[in-house]
């Protein structure tokens, strides 16, 4: 089996509303109301899709101990570092660490970390010959 890319990741979260509105007001991630369901927001991340999924509501499918606040992801995105800590500061969201140079995928990027109301860790990321 050859792996094209990743489609989605379903993140657990302990306050649905209020991780929608986060990623929703900081990211402009639009919601998906077709994929949403009782439980969940399905919402758009670039090509990729991020499931939101309260964690008191379990369904049948889903990892064997989902645990809010233990993930690590990283969004790339177009803006410059300056702007993308401008950006992050009129929202009131405390910087982790960066601006940082890392290697991703892609090459050489420059990343800021940020942390969600759930605690994971929000790397952001853009890349410099993109």
Do not use: W
Not at 3 to 16: E, K
């Amino acid at each position: 089996m050859k792996v094209s890319r990743l489609d989605h990741i379903v993140l657990p979260v302990n306050n649905l509303e209020q991780a929608f509105r986060f990623y929703h007001e900081v990211f402009d991630m639009q919601e998906l109301p077709e994929q949403s369901t009782a439980g969940t927001k399905t919402i758009r991340c670039g090509h990729q899709l991020i499931r939101l999924r309260q964690i008191d509501q379990p369904v049948k499918l889903q990892a064997s101990a989902p645990t809010s606040g233990s993930t690590d992801l990283c969004i790339v995105v177009k803006d410059k570092a300056d702007d993308i800590m401008n950006h992050l500061k009129s929202y009131f969201v405390d910087i982790v660490a960066g601006p940082v140079k890392r290697d991703g995928s892609e090459g050489q990027m420059t990343s800021i970390y940020i942390h969600d109301y759930d605690q994971n860790l929000i790397e952001i990321a853009t890349y410099s010959n993109k």
